[in-house]
């Protein structure tokens, strides 16, 4: 066989051994549990969402091999390993009460009333570890238990709300909820208005960007992914020199 006919021969993909729901299969190294998923089979309609690594739809739960820790991620985020043991999470079920925003105030009180639970955290920390976003979870839940929400909202701000925190506390919060509620109710109660948005959405109201609009519409997706591409962003500041 000559040098170029060895080149030119496919590569052999490497393979490693995962069970998934306790059956074995063998699959290429490599792969992210979503596309190995697929490789074996699975038609996946549920537990999918955005396949870029932030929607929280895809959690599943794992151990590697030869480790008795339990593990939480995201299927499109996490690479198989040989020996691991997989199960998917496709729907976390945690109490999500019902309220009016309009009658709650950023209160301990009137937190504590939709989430009684959030007394019984033990500060375990167990939250945190589960998280895919490295959040610190366990410490926004003590912020909230201050009374300070702003330092709660901010610590929860990228929360995708795949619930691996609710599956692993022995207190049963059901941190997606609270962390909402909480960010709704920093937004609404605690965050200076912006007056220029005020004013942009009357403009908006009076009808002063129907037209624009209008032809927005009828230009169809080719024109608005050439504007999307050409957008300006706008540049957030960097720190201060020295920082």
Known sequence: MSER???ELPIKAKYVTI??????????EGLTI?????YIGYRLTRGVGCRKGFCGACLVVYRR???FRLYAGLACQTLVEDGMQIANIWFTPPKKPRYDI????????DILKLFPELTRCVACNTCTKACPQELQ???AIQAILRGDIKTAAELTFDCIMCGACSLRCPAEIPHPWVFMLIRRLYAKYLVPKAKHLEERLKEVEAGMYDRQIDELIKAGPEKWRELYLKREIEKRPGPPRGA
């Not at 069970?19 to 290429?28: A, E, I, M, S």
Request: charged share 45%; aromatic share 10%.
């Open 34 to 38: 979503q596309k190995a998923l697929e």
């Open 5 to 7: 006919e060895e080149r």
């Open 137 to 139: 979870v366990m410490d």
């Open 102 to 109: 309009e009658k709650i105030k950023p209160t301990l009180e």
């Open 65 to 67: 091999k030869n480790d």
């Open 19 to 28: 069970w998934v729901f306790g059956r074995p299969y063998k699959v290429p």
